[in-house]
């Protein structure tokens, strides 16, 4: 048996923010402040929970440009609508995720729904955004709407917890995404005393996010709420125990070694290709709305 994966560090959440005038979030990562520390992942915002009034009038983020990445939203309370100019429209609410293959270029616009925007409530929902390989950034773009029952739930032994999984395979249990490199995104839910040892494969980098809660990492490190726990990726599997009854978002994947130059909603390999994707938006070439 290899030995378990080590914590390097552990993360505070920072100040939040506004994105748009819907999405109070807060950026647990980003290229700036990890660089490719957490790859493919290269962007975690993470909003909320905070409460609407009712209101007439949509909230969110109007129509916005994507390149050379992939754009998972978690929705764990109030409801999120979507449409692209590749097509796609839904809404998600608690339980779903929505899984946006951005690759060569797409427009999109993320609003509360129209029955959250009227009745209002609490809004809370995780954003994050995979990097894709060179070779994969120019596909045509893809979306995928997980709705919550289509997510595999298991339970773990002894009655400790639950694991959602999302993408990636939890021991046989295969997750509900198609990814286009190896990915693990757990939503997991622990019992306040339980010990867990997490089947992360040898060579992923893992992150794990404290919703709710606190967790004892790798016997060392104490990780608490709206923290970030990263991960070494030598070694094989995660050891956690629950200080608390806690809330767990786990996020990792096979690193994807190649340079990231990051500006804005584009994610490309060089500046070169950070220009062209800036000059093809402002020529229409992502479509429209």
Not at 59 to 70: A, M, Q
Not at 126 to 147: F, G, I, S
Not at 185 to 211: A, C
Not at 248 to 255: A, D, F, R, Y
Request: with cysteine; glycine share 10%.
């Amino acid at each position: 048996m290899l030995a378990l994966k080590h914590v390097d560090a552990v993360f505070e959440s920072p100040a939040t923010h506004w994105v748009g005038d819907g999405f109070p979030v807060s950026s647990v990562i980003s290229p700036q402040t990890l660089q490719n520390r957490l790859s493919p992942f290269v962007l975690f915002d993470y909003a909320g929970p905070a409460t609407f009034e009712p209101s007439d009038r949509p909230r969110g983020v109007d129509s916005h440009p994507h390149r050379g990445f992939e754009t998972v939203t978690v929705v764990y309370a109030g409801e999120l609508s979507h449409r692209d100019s590749a097509g796609n429209h839904g809404r998600i609410g608690p339980g779903d995720v929505q899984w946006m293959t951005a690759a060569a270029g797409v427009l999109h616009e993320e609003q509360h729904s129209t029955d959250f925007t009227r009745s209002g409530g609490v809004l809370e929902m995780a954003q994050l955004w995979v990097n894709l390989p060179a070779q994969h950034k120019m596909d045509p773009p893809r979306y995928q709407e997980l709705l919550s029952d289509t997510i595999p739930s298991m339970e773990l032994s002894d009655g400790g917890g639950t694991v959602r999984v999302i993408a990636g395979a939890f021991g046989d249990t295969s997750g509900a995404a198609r990814t286009v490199t190896p990915v693990v995104l757990w939503d997991v839910h622990l019992r306040k005393g339980v010990l867990v040892r997490l089947p992360v494969p040898g060579g992923f980098s893992v992150g794990v996010f404290v919703r709710s809660g606190s967790v004892l990492a790798d016997d060392t490190h104490t990780v608490l709420a709206r923290q970030l726990a990263l991960f070494s990726t030598d070694g094989s599997d995660i050891k956690l125990v629950a200080h608390d009854d806690c809330e767990l978002l786990i996020l990792g994947g096979e690193p994807i070694d190649e340079p990231v130059v990051a500006h804005g909603p584009f994610v490309m390999n060089t500046p070169d290709e950070i220009h062209q994707a800036i000059a093809d938006f402002r020529e229409g070439q992502f479509g429209s709305l």
